[in-house]
Structures are given as structure tokens and as C-alpha cells.
T-cell receptor, first 111, second 112 residues
Framework: GNSVTQMEGPVTLSEEAFLTINCTYTATGYPSLFWYVQYPGEGLQLLLKATKADDKGSNKGFEATYRKETTSFHLEKGSVQVSDSAVYFCALSSYGQNFVFGPGTRLSVLP | DTAVSQTPKYLVTQMGNDKSIKCEQNLGHDTMYWYKQDSKKFLKIMFSYNNKELIINETVPNRFSPKSPDKAHLNLHINSLELGDSAVYFC???????????FGPGTRLTVL
């Protein structure tokens, strides 16, 4: 079945540092890929998505590129802020299958 | 204009009690879900439901039951609450099962 693997956290960075959170997946067919963010005490919000190979999703300075050859969808941001502190979930979906979420990666950004 | 709403936000109760969590979505979506998030933030899907089909995660105890009075609502009933049921429960919806999901703010359930 479909699955998602994320780098284990927590990840702790200083403000303005470069962020990468790795995500790899296993899926049949042609899945869509997503990054969700969960701020403390809140529900999950869609951060960005990509629906086909080589698509780049971007939002709020975050980017991720759908790499079919490496089955990856790594999340990047050039300069993180304290307000980016949250838990980040990689997820995939494909036709006829339920969403699959990764285990989440907690990011803490220190001032 | 909250897209997916849940009530209550916090629920504290004793072991053995029966409780319900309500969920409503105003997005016109066809599919709704319940997730359980444990203390390590791991998300586990419990149910997915549309107007045709209920899909139950086989690992969910039958003390948990979803009830949908209409397409915009999916409530979660829990009987005979146990300590291990303490978690945050999220409702979500999507247009179809493989489209992006929209989440509610969560209900933190504490069983004493």
C-alpha cells in the first residue's frame, strides 16, 4: 500500500536558517503530494501541494518539488522565522485510496 | 466563515462515560473523516464517510461510531470511554476521497 516517510524530528534551527524536511513516498499510480502544517493548538492546514511529476508547490516562502525519479517531496524554506515553529506533515493521495500522512516533523525556530 | 468546525474544543470526562463530538463542514464536500492524533502527533484515520459508504479502520474499537444526520455533519460517538482514548480528535472533509482535506480545529479529549 501507499506510505510516506519523513525525517524524524525535532528539528531546531535559528531564525533565518535554511530549512529542509525530507519526505519520501511509496505509491502505486500517480499520487498527488501535499505538505500540511499544524501550529500549536490548531488543526492541520494545507501548506502546498503538487499533483504531477516535476510540479513545484509553493506558499509562504516554502517550496517542494515532486520528484518521481527519487519518489521524494522535500520541503524547503530559505530563511525560517520563529512563527514557522510547528509540526509539518507530508501526505499523499491517489485515486481510490485514502490519504496517507507521514508521522510529522516538529520544527522549532529559535530567535 | 469556519469551513470545518468541531464542538466541543475540550472535553474532560470520567472513564466509562459516553460522549459525542460534533463536526460540521460548510464546504459542500461529499466526504468526511475522523482522525485521532496521539501525544506524539501521529495521525490515525478512524473513519471516512460519504453519502454512499462508510469505511472503518479495522483497528478502531467498536465503542467508536460515526453518525451522519446529513452530508454536512459527521458526529463521533464514543461509548464506555477508556484512559487510552485520551487524544486530540480531528474532523476533516474533502470533495472526493483523493482530494486535499480540510481540517477542523480539533477536540482534546481527556479521560480521567
Amino acid at each position: 500500500g501507499n506510505s510516506v516517510t519523513q525525517m524524524e524530528g525535532p528539528v531546531t534551527l535559528s531564525e533565518e536558517a535554511f530549512l529542509t524536511i525530507n519526505c519520501t513516498y511509496t505509491a502505486t499510480g500517480y499520487p498527488s503530494l501535499f505538505w500540511y502544517v499544524q501550529y500549536p493548538g490548531e488543526g492541520l492546514q494545507l501548506l502546498l501541494k503538487a499533483t504531477k511529476a516535476d510540479d513545484k508547490g509553493s506558499n509562504k516562502g516554502f517550496e517542494a518539488t515532486y520528484r518521481k525519479e527519487t519518489t521524494s517531496f522535500h520541503l524547503e524554506k530559505g530563511s525560517v522565522q520563529v512563527s514557522d515553529s510547528a509540526v509539518y506533515f507530508c501526505a499523499l493521495s491517489s485515486y481510490g485510496q485514502n490519504f496517507v500522512f507521514g508521522p510529522g516533523t516538529r520544527l522549532s525556530v529559535l530567535p | 466563515d469556519t469551513a470545518v468546525s468541531q464542538t466541543p474544543k475540550y472535553l474532560v470526562t470520567q472513564m466509562g462515560n459516553d460522549k459525542s463530538i460534533k463536526c460540521e463542514q460548510n464546504l459542500g464536500h461529499d466526504t468526511m473523516y475522523w482522525y485521532k492524533q496521539d501525544s506524539k502527533k501521529f495521525l490515525k484515520i478512524m473513519f471516512s464517510y460519504n453519502n454512499k459508504e462508510l469505511i472503518i479502520n479495522e483497528t478502531v474499537p467498536n465503542r467508536f461510531s460515526p453518525k451522519s444526520p446529513d452530508k454536512a455533519h459527521l458526529n463521533l460517538h464514543i461509548n464506555s470511554l477508556e484512559l487510552g482514548d485520551s487524544a486530540v480528535y480531528f474532523c476533516a472533509s474533502s470533495q472526493v476521497s483523493y482530494n486535499e482535506q480540510f481540517f477542523g480545529p480539533g477536540t482534546r479529549l481527556t479521560v480521567l
